[in-house]
């Protein structure tokens, strides 16, 4: 895991742009691993929460507009999408607002949810409250999740005997 506390503090103060456009785009990951650096004081919890909690409203903000902008030409463009679309139009059909605090949380799902939810029309206020409330929880939990991770490798750690450890 080292590695990885590294290559984060290599970037420096460019993590945080990274971080939001991971996010921007999916990134449970970066995410994770940034929470296990904040963890290790490399990087600072706040702004990590800030790049990732942005980073994944706008995105879905901007999947949504495309959505209702360019929708039915991109699932014609695009015909893979079209099953994700129509299965995601059932979900929020079932669901609605509940689906739109969750999707974010299912792996694989949630740019054609954001395209979807713009393609149906849901209104545009209410789907960007909803996301900034997701968005944030979202953060919060990959955040922490890093955090809890960081802390348990330590606690692990030091129970290890020394000579387990090898060369540190």
Do not use: C
Request: no cysteine.
């Amino acid at each position: 895991m080292e590695q990885i506390s590294d290559i984060i503090s290599s970037f420096g103060h460019l993590a945080y742009p990274v971080i939001f456009l991971w996010t921007f785009l999916e990134g449970e990951t970066i995410v994770i691993f940034g929470g296990y650096a904040g963890y290790h004081g490399i990087l600072s919890p706040y702004w990590l929460m800030l790049a990732a909690w942005s980073g994944s409203f706008l995105g879905d903000q901007t999947w949504y507009y495309l959505g209702r902008r360019f929708g039915p030409r991109l699932l014609e463009r695009f015909p893979k999408w079209k099953p994700g679309a129509v299965h995601v139009s059932e979900l929020m059909h079932k669901y609605g607002v509940w689906f739109i605090l969750t999707f974010r949380f299912v792996y694989g799902v949630r740019n054609v949810s954001s395209i979807t939810i713009g393609m149906i029309h849901y209104p545009w206020l209410r789907f960007a409250a909803l996301n900034f409330i997701a968005a944030g929880v979202w953060a919060a939990s990959f955040v922490g999740l890093g955090w809890g991770f960081g802390y348990l490798s330590d606690q692990l750690a030091s129970a290890l005997p020394e000579h387990m450890l090898g060369d540190t």
